[in-house]
């Protein structure tokens, strides 16, 4: 029987507080404290205190259980001010032998798309973050949002990383199945597990869609289609905050996850496997190459989500021109206050795409429009330009900018 992948992404931005053009020179929180407090307790309750509780009862009850998590840098940070025992619950977790923590850069940010050197910077940091919070050492790669590229299998290779994960679109397939391991066009080959997406986002998006003529998923039908897949494995990859958040408890998504895995591991042969453990398992079966880049997001898969009109574009060119400054700075604070502003969520804010595209970026801003998240946005980083030093080469302050260990 084919085993499962299984992977969750949990993450919270670092929301903008209301910031106008009189905050400019005079006001240097930029950051949304209450708001970011009250949702990080609202997600905590809904989702991540009952659904760690899921996965532990999971793990006691089945031994062929497994699942994985990439925790960013920023939500490990809220839930150790604001949530801790949910936090506690992570810890518990990531103890497990049949829990594995990926590696991801610390702010969930679009650091790729501007700076290799930022990249590197933030990997490292969420490396030392993760160990310091959960006490692991991450050994595969998952990057912003599946942001994949060739370019990228790269340098993660270079990392020390075992393995890298991507979206199983189209653009990188071909014709080929997403049920296999595969390797990059690297100089060693770097493995890479690919999202069966259509199976994930059954359950992300669909679940609750009383108009999807599949409505309604049982476990039965679920774990029938996973088994009607050919190949070495199923990889489903989707958002933590899926269970109890997007799909809200009263849909019977906790209930559907925990009866479908109870199912399936009643059969002979069924197992779940950690990202790890399928590299080591089976052997890659092809190289893909990703000229251009990849992502999960969105109909088109790849980066229009963050950076696909001009209002993003300039947003992300005009905050990372600040970089070198903020190096020189060698302050802890204003390199803080940069990361914070990279993170991808702010990007997706300003998306002017229409139909069902459209929809899914409002409902997750907190902004009247687009254009009011790219204006309050440009106001912060206007207010940080002002706070820097003049441009120098210096690196950043030991205190905020590590050598990445070897993975």
Same mark, same amino acid.
């Given at each position: ?12 931005? @670092? ?6 053009? /009189? ?6 929180? @930029? /950051? ?15 989702? @991540? ?15 062929? /259980? ?71 050492? %991450? ?35 071909? %014709? ?5 391991? @595969? ?35 049982? %476990? ?126 702010? /990007? ?38 002002? *706070?820097?030093?003049?441009?120098? *080469? ?10 990445? %260990?070897?993975?």
């Amino acid at each position: 029987m084919i085993p499962v992948c299984l992977y969750f992404q949990v993450h919270q931005p @670092y929301r903008l507080r209301r910031y106008n053009y /009189f905050d400019v020179g005079r006001e240097h929180r @930029y /950051f949304d404290d209450e708001a970011n407090r009250n949702l990080l307790a609202t997600v905590a309750t809904r989702c @991540y205190v009952p659904a760690t509780a899921l996965c532990e009862r999971l793990l006691e009850r089945h031994p062929r /259980f497994a699942v994985s998590f990439s925790l960013s840098g920023t939500v490990l940070e809220q839930l150790r001010a604001w949530a801790p025992e949910a936090l506690a619950a992570f810890r518990r977790l990531a103890a497990s032998e049949r829990v594995e923590i990926l590696a991801e850069t610390s702010h969930h940010s679009l650091a790729w798309l501007a700076s290799r050197e930022e990249f590197l910077d933030q990997v490292a940091l969420h490396r030392r973050i993760v160990l310091e919070e959960l006490g692991v050492e %991450p050994r595969v790669f998952r990057n912003t949002e599946l942001i994949y590229s060739d370019s990228l299998a790269a340098a993660v290779e270079d990392l020390g990383f075992r393995g890298v994960l991507a979206d199983g679109v189209e653009p990188l397939l071909g %014709p080929r199945s997403p049920a296999h391991v @595969y390797r990059a066009p690297t100089p060693k080959g770097l493995p890479l597990l690919l999202r069966h997406f259509r199976l994930s986002d059954d359950v992300a998006f669909r679940f609750s869609d009383r108009s999807w003529r599949e409505w309604p998923l049982t %476990p039965e039908k679920y774990d029938r289609w996973i088994s009607g897949v050919s190949g070495d494995l199923v990889s489903l990859f989707m958002d933590f905050e899926t269970f109890g958040e997007h799909q809200r408890r009263e849909t019977g998504i906790f209930e559907f996850f925990e009866n479908w895995v109870g199912r399936r591991l009643a059969r002979r042969g069924a197992a779940f496997l950690t990202p790890s453990a399928a590299i080591e398992r089976f052997e890659p079966s092809d190289t893909l190459s990703a000229p251009r880049l990849l992502s999960w997001a969105d109909e088109a898969r790849d980066v229009s989500a963050w950076q696909g009109n001009d209002l993003q574009r300039d947003a992300l060119g005009k905050l990372f021109a600040l970089e070198r400054r903020v190096r020189s700075s060698g302050s802890a604070s204003l390199a803080e206050d940069f990361r914070r502003l990279s993170t991808s969520d702010h /990007f997706y804010y300003m998306a002017t795409k229409s139909a069902g595209d459209g929809g899914v970026h409002a409902h997750f801003s907190p902004f009247d429009s687009p254009y009011d998240a790219y204006i309050g946005f440009m106001h912060v980083v206007s207010d940080l330009e002002r *706070r820097l030093p003049r441009p120098s *080469r210096a690196g950043l302050h030991p205190e905020t900018s590590r050598p990445a %260990p070897r993975a």
